[in-house]
């Protein structure tokens, strides 16, 4: 039978072990925030394979015809999206203003490695 100041003690054991733990995926975290997530990106990207939300992707592919990009899928390149106005889009139903900037900032993102 274990006694009550064991279980105490395993159990203090237990919760410095998570607070380590935590402490530890934090500082990953920390580490990696500033890694972009638009890594080794070219014109023949597919859309499916960068970092955008679920909000951004229906927004563009629901508004294709008034972004002039009437075959935007997730198969196409990233050089689509590189084509598209912000003045257009901003025209577009169920864009916010965080979806906006994060279009402004993918879009500034690309750009930069593309031309790499």
């Known amino acids: ?3 009550r100041k064991e279980f105490l ?3 203090k054991v237990v919760n410095d072990y998570r607070k380590q733990l935590k402490d530890e995926l934090d500082s990953i975290n920390d580490d990696t925030a500033g890694i972009p997530n638009h890594l080794f990106i070219s014109n023949d990207t597919p859309i499916r ?3 955008m939300s679920s909000r951004l992707l229906n ?3 629901n508004n294709r015809d008034k972004l002039s990009v009437p075959g935007l899928t997730l198969d196409s390149s990233v ?3 590189l084509v598209i106005s912000l003045t257009n889009l901003m025209e577009c139903k ?3 203003d965080k979806t906006a ?3 402004k900032s993918l879009v500034n993102a690309l750009d930069t490695e593309v031309s790499k």
Do not use: K, P
């Open 49 to 51: 394979d960068i970092n």
């Open 101 to 103: 900037m994060e279009f």
């Open 79 to 81: 050089s689509a999206l």
């Open 1 to 3: 039978m274990i006694s």
């Open 94 to 96: 169920n864009l916010g």
């Open 9 to 11: 003690s395993a159990l």
């Open 59 to 61: 927004v563009l592919i």
